[in-house]
């Protein structure tokens, strides 16, 4: 490195003659290269220096951005942790609400709890009170049938008479004819016994008759079994036959020929064919024509029964009440409106159903029954 000139001393003339002081200057170049080592030194530490403050103000710089982005998400959170605060308070705030709409809720349900049970217990003695008042209406039901059947005995009671009257003659006639043998002396036992024959088959009639008469007429349990539709219409026959007889009705059967079998009680469904033929019969009282058909049908899974008239036919506008109690559109003393009704409740307590067919002439009644099953059956209310 070349001196700085400033630093050497100058040489005047006066010094021009005089030697260099060569250890002077070896000594000032020293110290000069000494200078500059320590200003090299320092100029390298400060650039150590300057590298160093680089390199902090630019971590300062990432930390000053990651304290901002630090301070965001503190913002942020804060910010969120407001919202959630609001949200809780909030929240507090329904609770409350709910506890104490839970807590009046509560009161309220103490009070439905005891209101049911008071329900509770109108209803038992509701219950109670329907039962006895259902076992008083089947009573009265039983009553009402057992009614029905003895003004219908009371309405054959000329017709049956009349039945009684031919078997009771012949017995006499029978009995006359032995007796008068038996004064001629002519007693031949063969004869007799042909005539005493004879009497006894008349009784057996009259017996059957009565018996009839009875079994239809008394009150007794009601019992299910298997019955015979077809042999229940022609006992109704027999007991009506007298009444149509005298009366010119001509009676059509057609009846089918397979057996008809239903689960239901002989008697009762007799007095439904009985009051079926009763109000034909009284239908038929001034018809120029008088004929009463009956006709039976088996079906897939029940039986269709007919009972069909020629007289003037039901009017449309009563159509729906023929089948009410005690309504009826004969004169007063002529009916009491409950054949119809008893009817009705007979076939529907079999499980059937019975309407009025609309035809152009007279009035056709369908009564229709389940056939019989192989299950048991429950009895009949009535």
Do not use: C, W
Not at 246 to 268: C, D, F, K, T, Y
Request: glycine share 6%.
């Amino acid at each position: 490195m070349a001196a700085n000139p400033e630093a050497l001393p100058l040489s005047t003339d006066a010094d021009d003659a005089a030697p260099l002081d060569t250890g002077r200057l070896e000594e000032q170049i020293e110290q000069l290269e000494l200078r500059v080592r320590q200003a090299e030194r320092r100029r390298r530490a400060l650039l150590h220096i300057m590298s160093d403050l680089n390199e902090s103000n630019r971590k300062l710089g990432d930390q000053r951005k990651a304290m901002l982005h630090i301070l965001g998400d503190y913002e942020r959170d804060r910010s969120r942790l407001e919202q959630q605060a609001v949200r809780l308070d909030n929240s507090r705030r329904a609770l409350l609400h709910i506890l104490q709409d839970s807590h009046h809720s509560n009161l309220r349900l103490a009070d439905t709890r005891k209101a049911l049970i008071h329900i509770m217990g109108d209803l038992r003695e509701t219950t109670l009170e329907m039962e006895r008042r259902e076992h008083e209406l089947r009573d009265k039901q039983e009553q009402l049938v057992q009614a029905g059947k003895l003004a219908t005995l009371g309405e054959l009671t000329t017709g049956v008479a009349h039945e009684l009257n031919n078997p009771l003659n012949n017995i006499g006639l029978y009995i006359g004819n032995v007796i008068d043998r038996l004064r001629l002396g002519e007693l031949d036992s063969e004869r007799v016994l042909a005539e005493l024959g004879s009497a006894m088959e008349q009784v057996q009639k009259a017996t059957e008759i009565i018996s009839h008469l009875r079994t239809f007429g008394r009150s007794a349990p009601v019992t299910i079994e298997r019955v015979d539709v077809d042999d229940v219409i022609e006992r109704s026959l027999a007991l009506m036959h007298e009444q149509l007889r005298l009366r010119a009705i001509e009676v059509e059967l057609e009846l089918s020929p397979e057996q008809l079998v239903v689960h239901g009680n002989a008697i009762q469904l007799e007095q439904v064919f009985i009051n079926l033929l009763t109000n034909s019969r009284d239908a038929l009282e001034d018809a120029p024509q008088k004929a009463i058909r009956i006709s039976s049908t088996l079906e897939p899974e029940q039986i269709s029964i007919r009972v069909s008239d020629t007289g003037p036919g039901i009017p449309a506008e009563i159509e729906q009440r023929i089948f009410d109690p005690f309504f009826t559109t004969k004169e007063v003393g002529g009916g009491t409106g409950l054949g119809l009704s008893i009817t009705y409740s007979i076939v529907k307590e079999h499980g059937g159903d019975i309407s009025l067919i609309p035809t152009t002439e007279g009035a056709t009644f369908e009564i229709v029954l389940p056939l019989a099953r192989d299950e048991p059956v429950q009895e009949l209310l009535l």
